[in-house]
């Protein structure tokens, strides 16, 4: 379907309430954003805020309450479970905070794995597993489990496996929430860096406020609404 806006990524009114037992909790509170193609947008906001809610909307990993999420020029309302599913292994690439690798699965076959739904040949995924490797600096660790990396490096592979399909948009929520400083810089400069080479749209869930620094925009949240 064609994109008639010139927006990538697009919300109106979007509201997510979540009901424990008799309680209702508003997470977002009806929020309106637009996202340029090639756009790095931090989002920033204390624990709690619905950052994380607002990431999952976005990547149409949850449902909104009420309220739209245009992705690619496409109402993500009017898709089903398993057109959501293609939507996301085809455009969209996601890092988050703790790493979620296959833990009997190398380096390499992680990242190969979402392209095993593609009828690529073995050795063309391969090549491409090992050039996302080369790009993260991992070259040496193709062979390694996840155990046996570091945090950063297992988030580094977290990247090449959110970039194996090549995406439209990247959503990253804290990924670099569990690393140390020193760790958590290397990441997120490789990761900007990256980003900005292929221009790849990013959005960015981080309490870094020198990462978030490095962004076209931030987008602050507070108690499920956008603080202008
Ligand atoms: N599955 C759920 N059921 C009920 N309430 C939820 C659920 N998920 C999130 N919430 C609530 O929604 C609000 C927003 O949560 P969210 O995870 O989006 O915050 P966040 O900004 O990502 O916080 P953090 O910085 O700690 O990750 C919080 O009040 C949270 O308790
Ligand atoms: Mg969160």
Same mark, same amino acid.
């Given at each position: #379907?064609?994109?008639?806006?010139?927006?990538?990524?697009?919300?109106?009114?979007?509201? !997510?309430?979540?009901?424990?037992?008799?309680?209702?909790?508003?997470?977002?509170?009806?929020?309106?954003?637009?996202?340029?193609?090639?756009?790095?947008?931090?989002?920033?906001?204390?624990?709690?805020?619905?950052?994380?809610?607002?990431?999952?909307?976005?990547?149409?990993?949850?449902?909104?309450?009420?309220?739209?999420?245009?992705?690619?020029?496409?109402?993500?309302?009017?898709?089903?479970?398993?057109?959501?599913?293609?939507? !996301?292994?085809?455009?969209?690439?996601?890092?988050?905070?703790?790493?979620?690798?296959?833990?009997?699965?190398?380096?390499?076959?992680?990242?190969?794995?979402?392209?095993?739904?593609?009828?690529?040949?073995?050795?063309?995924?391969?090549?491409?597993?090992?050039?996302?490797?080369?790009?993260?600096?991992?070259?040496?660790?193709?062979?390694?489990?996840?155990?046996?990396?570091?945090?950063?490096?297992?988030?580094?592979?977290?990247?090449?496996?959110?970039?194996?399909?090549?995406?439209?948009?990247?959503?990253?929520?804290?990924?670099?929430?569990?690393?140390?400083?020193?760790?958590?810089?290397?990441?997120?400069? #490789?990761?900007?860096?990256?980003?900005?080479?292929?221009?790849?749209?990013?959005? #960015?869930?981080?309490?870094?406020?020198?990462?978030?620094?490095?962004?076209?925009?931030?987008?602050?949240?507070?108690?499920?609404?956008?603080?202008?």
């Amino acid at each position: #379907m064609p994109n008639f806006t010139d927006f990538v990524l697009e919300t109106t009114a979007l509201r !997510r309430e979540y009901r424990l037992g008799r309680e209702k909790v508003v997470a977002l509170a009806g929020v309106d954003i637009r996202i340029r193609s090639g756009e790095f947008v931090a989002i920033m906001g204390p624990s709690g805020c619905g950052k994380s809610t607002l990431l999952n909307l976005l990547g149409g990993l949850d449902r909104p309450t009420s309220g739209l999420v245009m992705l690619d020029g496409v109402n993500l309302h009017d898709y089903k479970e398993e057109q959501l599913a293609k939507l !996301r292994r085809e455009k969209l690439g996601f890092v988050f905070q703790r790493h979620d690798l296959f833990p009997v699965l190398t380096a390499r076959e992680n990242i190969e794995f979402p392209m095993l739904l593609d009828d690529q040949a073995s050795r063309l995924r391969r090549d491409h597993a090992m050039s996302l490797l080369e790009l993260v600096g991992l070259s040496d660790k193709a062979d390694h489990l996840p155990d046996e990396l570091s945090g950063g490096q297992q988030q580094r592979v977290g990247v090449a496996r959110a970039l194996a399909n090549d995406p439209l948009i990247l959503l990253a929520d804290e990924p670099t929430g569990n690393l140390d400083s020193v760790s958590a810089a290397e990441l997120m400069s #490789m990761l900007i860096n990256l980003v900005r080479g292929i221009g790849l749209t990013l959005v #960015m869930v981080t309490h870094d406020a020198e990462s978030a620094a490095q962004a076209d925009r931030i987008l602050h949240l507070k108690d499920g609404q956008l603080e202008l």
